[in-house]
């Protein structure tokens, strides 16, 4: 059986290896599964450099999000399951760049066996950032969201699930060629970040305001957006793809007092009940089936291929995920 490990933390390049080794059997309260897809995520290359919250004792197996297919149960767990294709879930004890795991039953969720497994493999970490992040705030149909990385999966999911709940998004992106696409996928207003942002926000919103601004950016990607929140509203930040520490400025937390927080995924796996998150992932897992939630997919590679796969993933520019493949 081949998997991905990681032996040190730095370059992805350098510190994951191909090993293959004996298939493991389920025990008690475990099942088998054959993964058919698994996601590469900016958090997994993170996690792979020694700079996520996650820190694994090595050597560990890498890769967060997978569908597969159960083929073998242990003891104690329902045999109706195998068979069944599911999602695993991301708890980083055990990774998901592999062609088997082995893993509680608790950690899997059945999903739809006639929805595209390369879309499922997308399901355990962007879908439920963007619906945990428009939960945070109070919102009522009509108010306005607005958001930095638009193009970015999450962007993309926000901007899906926010029009599902009849809310508005206004939303920023670095360059016009992708702004077009994020029209297209249902966003109201997308603007292009540049010196001119905050007065193309104000006339955008005409008179009106933002009730929840998110950001996966850091720094000061966001001053713009914050400036146009509402007395009270919610600044929340997901992330800090520039590097930069992030904060907002004083006339916000001062003149409109707006609440600025922070927003990591695992807290709600390690925290919430196990049958709220196996609700939450199946309500997600049932829009993807429906085609309601999609993100593009820029290329697929195979294991012995993750040199060039971690490169590709790695690109500034790409318009999909990419993600691994087992045949």
Known sequence: MQHLVLTQFGDPQHSVQLTDTAEATPDEGQVSVRLEAAAINPSDLLLVRGKYLIHPKLPATVGAEGVGIVTE????????????????????????????????????????????????????????????????????????????????????????????????????????????????????????????????????????ELSLVIDPLGGTSAAELVGALKFGGTAITYGSLTGAPTAPSSAALFAKEVSFTGFWLGNWYFSAPRTQVADTLSYLAGLVADGELTVPVEGTYHLDEYDKAFAHAETTKRGGKVLFTFD
């Open 73 to 208: 149960a242990g003891a104690g767990v329902d045999l109706t399951l195998v068979g069944k294709r599911v999602i695993l879930l991301p708890t980083y004890e055990y990774g998901t760049w592999s062609e088997k795991v082995v893993v509680p039953a608790d950690n899997v969720v059945e999903v739809p066996d006639d929805a595209d497994p390369l879309q499922l493999a997308m399901v355990t970490i962007n879908p439920p950032t963007a619906h945990l992040l428009l939960e945070r705030a109070d919102l009522e149909v009509g108010d306005w969201v607005g958001q930095t990385a638009a193009n970015s999966a999450v962007g993309r999911l926000v901007v899906a699930l926010a029009k599902r709940r009849g809310l508005k998004t206004l939303n920023v992106v670095r360059r016009e060629d992708v702004a077009e696409e994020i029209r297209r996928a249902g966003g109201d207003v997308v603007l292009v970040s540049g010196p001119t942002l905050a007065a193309d926000i104000e006339r955008e919103l005409g008179g009106q």
